[in-house]
């Protein structure tokens, strides 16, 4: 399995970057989602988006402006990180050019910016694993259920698994 390739990668202190995993992009940013989410939300107001709905708690938004998109922000593989998704009608990852430009916006604004989304400190919680060492054995703990997950999230699960295996690993 290949490793993630970074797209796009900041030049600032704190780290944002575009990968891509086959036909999947996302943001990485070295930043808890609660200090990304207010950054998403200002990059959609100065870009004119329409906000259709937005729940920090969950970490979605859905904007207009030329079509609708859907975003979706969760707390990162790394410790302290977030990932950004965006997704059209159809589920499948957005053009690179989206990932560009909200990627350059967290990257320019990032450093220094003290804002910190109190609705979104719940996604601060929620890691997607978490590695332990029983009896000098590497454990992977996930915190899904796949029997509630639909097939696409647990496609989408185990991309994610591997990408964790190829950091480990590295």
Known sequence: MPRPKKIFSSTGSENVEVRRLGEIYWIYVEALPSKSWPLIKDFFA???????????????????????????????????????????????????????????????????YEGNSIAAQGLNLNKKARIVYVKKKLELNLDYHLIELGQHFQEQLIKQILRLLIEIGS
Do not use: M, R
């Open 46 to 112: 100065d870009e004119e988006y329409n906000l259709v709905n937005d729940d920090p708690s969950l970490g979605q938004i859905t904007a207009e402006k030329n079509e609708k998109l859907f975003l979706t922000l969760e707390h990162g593989i790394k410790k302290n990180s977030s990932e950004i998704y965006l997704l059209n009608e159809s589920n499948t990852s957005l053009e690179l050019a989206y990932f560009e430009d909200l990627a350059s916006y967290i990257s320019l604004n990032l450093p220094g």
